[in-house]
């Protein structure tokens, strides 16, 4: 009769360019260091700075076409003419070993997880506002006015995907994006349908 | 594009006797003192120490049958000879009013709720076992060992509905118990489909 999950759950986060995503997923690892932040698997070269398995998983072409023919990815795609790809593999190993486990993707990716796990936890982060977006990504000093906007006409059509997620967390102060995460996770985790196990022999 | 809710929620607690509801009841309304706590009419005479509008709205047996004949009732029952009942009234102007709105209500009682309200968020409250809600009953130091076992029975009867609850919090600890309420009000407070009113000129 415990209420203890058998199983991590599968938790995946989108927002748009700019709105402060991994300030607020620092901010969530840090109050939560149980759970697994998914590192995606890429055919691209590592930038200055970039380390395999913390960035990314850096392979080669061959190793990852090879795991896209074993069916090893839970989504992947190929963007100019490097691949990026979320392994099933390692997700399903934490989640089975009761291990909570992030992944940070964007729109189309979320969509392909969905139709695989649509028990997964769907969160969408949003900016207080459009302007406030604007000033954040002005804010960074690194893209040109042009970029600016082509970032903010992204970020519109990816709103239009919000339906498709349970959740909407305004991430207007960090802290408090970063509780509500948890707040949903806690919320997640009291559902009666993962609880069940606790009722037999009742 | 602010993700204030407009309409409060609805929460419908139920729970075995003796499981410590109300001591969570009292916890919860303490960290939020913005919900509101319903109170049942009933045609019952109170008891020493019960005040009217506070454990009960007590009114007249020809009010309440008035009441039932104006459809005024979320939910009412009759038990030996008195009447008990939840105003659908007052629990609909607060809910507009955007007021969190919280039912201390037992099975039945929360099934009526749920065929008139689907979208009320539906806690169930369970003892960490059997043998500590037996051990909390007979702590009590109230009730015969008949009154203790029909309690008890009465119980696992209940528990077998828990599966039209959306969510299960076991009352280990009164504060844990009151925080993950918290939690999941907060949580439901995210949920896309009350946010959608902020995508409004996205």
Do not use: W
């Not at 960035?55 to 069916?71: H, L, P, Q, W």
């Not at 989504?75 to 989640?95: F, P």
């Amino acid at each position: 009769m415990t209420p203890k999950r058998r199983q991590g759950q599968l938790i995946v986060l989108s927002g748009p360019s700019g709105v402060g995503k991994s300030t607020v997923i620092s901010e969530l690892l840090s109050e939560r260091p149980d759970i697994y932040f998914s590192i995606s698997f890429t055919t691209r070269q590592p930038r200055v700075g970039e380390e395999d398995g913390v960035n990314y998983n850096f392979v080669s072409k061959e190793t990852f076409e090879g795991m896209i023919a074993r069916d090893e990815f839970l989504e992947h795609a190929r963007y100019v003419d490097n691949y990026y790809g979320t392994s099933l593999k390692v997700i399903r190993e934490k989640i089975e070993a009761g291990v909570d486990v992030l992944l940070d993707i964007e729109v189309q990716g979320a969509a392909k997880v969905k139709e695989k796990c649509p028990d997964a936890v769907f969160i969408f982060i949003m900016p207080p506002s459009f302007e406030e977006l604007s000033r954040r990504l002005h804010g960074r000093n690194t893209d040109s006015e042009e970029v600016i906007e082509g970032r903010l006409q992204k970020a519109r059509e990816e709103c239009k995907q919000i339906p498709n997620y349970d959740f909407l967390v305004v991430n207007d102060k960090v802290s408090d994006a970063a509780a509500q995460i948890i707040s949903i996770l806690v919320a997640e985790g009291c559902r009666t349908k993962y609880c069940m196990d606790m009722l037999e022999g009742v």
